[in-house]
């Protein structure tokens, strides 16, 4: 398939605002129906494909492909690890299934019936088995946001932010999935202007925009995988609020960095959209030149890929949700193959499924902050919602939705979205499962 052949239709009709057209088709895993076995599936649409049952009609014909039954897994892991030439030979034969001229599916009704399933009546879960989660801090803008506002601005960014991309190991067993509700956490911070800390329910809760993306095939455990070739190890992106308590971070997080602040919830959205896909919207990124990174990290060549980003928040009291933040990932300063390779010159190794998100993104005007903690400047400019409510940190009841699309010459694509609402904080009794 020609990624950017624009002239290029699927019989199944898709909506104009769809994400989810035939030059997109992102990867994700369902369940069909309660009880039943989840498997892999591609969205199309307002419909999902189940990838299994093409796998049994013996569809899928090709050297990398027949045979396998990668499709009927209940995460993407497998599939993962077979690499590009496989994801290629899949995502060409799934096109060429979907398209206006190929009768094997348009044709056959009970195939159609059994394999094109309505997306209103699937359960989506976490698309990929995560045993690792990883989360840089690659926003110049975002970094010099938050310097600025605990270190100023003579100080904003750290001696080591321009030579390397920050980051930190999280916590894989909180990622979750979109529509999965957060609870509150509770723990120790230092309340202003008192010498002793307190423990309680974290009374600055925060979004962070971000995207992450999904390790394909691993590495050995000793070798560095290098600049050039990070790029097969990647298989495709998703988008990230990785969650934030920050009144719990801020106490904490000297010398070691993020803990409880950060592991008690990451959400992450269902569909993974490929490499592949994105190719059309590939871009520049930042200069990176004063001062050049360390050759392991010297990139060349149109690097970022053109997504925009948009948050938006809906309060217990609001109809509808309203935007309060957008941003563009191609802003990022440290690109996602110059994380990857600096994430293993040490002989890091990488397993199918890892996931390494971006940090928060952020530009450099107000509305492109992409964290409350920034756009309300740590409390001292509070936002205003349509209500008249204004948020200097998220409230109970509070419902975040972020989404991303890419549109160029006449080619569009999405991410769907991700969202949570967050929760009141549990009661002591309710903290060891015991009734008050």
């Known amino acids: 398939m020609a990624e950017t052949d624009t002239t290029l239709r699927s019989f199944v009709e898709i909506p104009p605002d769809s994400d989810f057209g035939i030059h997109n088709l992102p990867f994700g895993v369902f369940r069909p129906r309660a009880l039943a076995r989840p498997r892999v599936g591609v969205a199309i649409g307002g419909q999902v494909l189940d990838l299994s049952v093409l796998v049994e009609r013996g569809l899928f014909r090709g050297p990398e492909m027949r045979d396998t039954w990668v499709f009927h897994e209940p995460s993407l892991n497998a599939f993962l690890s077979m690499g590009r030439p496989a994801w290629r030979e899949a995502r060409q034969r799934i096109a060429e299934l979907l398209s206006a001229d190929e009768p094997a599916l348009r044709d056959d009704a009970g195939l159609r019936d059994a394999a094109l399933l309505p997306a209103a009546s699937v359960q989506l879960l976490l698309p990929a088995r995560i045993g690792d989660y990883t989360d840089f801090y690659s926003s110049r803008e975002h970094a010099t946001n938050l310097g600025t506002m605990f270190r100023g601005p003579a100080n904003a960014l750290q001696p080591n932010w321009l030579h390397l991309p920050v980051g930190y190991h999280g916590r894989s067993s909180s990622i979750v999935v979109s529509g999965t509700d957060i609870r509150r956490p509770s723990g120790q911070f230092r309340p202003d202007g008192a010498d002793l800390p307190a423990y309680g329910p974290s009374r600055m809760m925060d979004f962070e925009l971000e995207v992450g993306f999904l390790v394909g095939p691993g590495s050995e455990l000793g070798v560095p995988v290098p600049l050039d070739r990070a790029a097969e190890h990647i298989f495709g992106l998703v988008l990230v609020n990785d969650w934030s308590a920050r009144d719990i971070q801020q106490w904490e997080y000297v010398p070691l960095g993020p803990f409880l602040g950060k592991n008690f919830a990451t959400s992450i959205s269902p569909w993974v959209v490929t490499l592949e896909a994105l190719e059309p919207f590939r871009c520049a990124g930042p200069a990176q030149a004063d001062p050049a990174p360390l050759p392991y990290l010297s990139s060349s060549g149109d690097c970022a890929f053109d997504i925009s980003l948009e948050v938006l928040l809906q309060s217990a009291a609001m109809a509808e949700p309203a935007r309060v933040a ?27 499924g890892d996931l390494m998100a971006s940090g928060t993104i952020s530009g450099t005007g107000r509305h492109e902050r992409g964290s409350l903690l920034e756009l309300a400047w740590r409390g001292a400019e509070p936002l205003t919602l349509p209500t008249g409510e204004t948020r200097s940190f998220l409230a109970d009841g509070d419902t975040v939705i972020m989404r991303g699309r890419c549109e160029r010459d006449g080619l569009r694509l999405g991410f769907g979205e991700v969202r949570g609402t967050l929760l009141p904080a549990l009661e002591p009794w309710e903290r060891v499962g015991i009734g008050p």
């Open 326 to 352: 957008s941003a563009n990932y191609a802003s990022l300063y440290w690109n996602m193959c110059q994380q990857l390779a600096h994430h293993t010159v040490n002989g890091c190794n990488l397993r199918p």
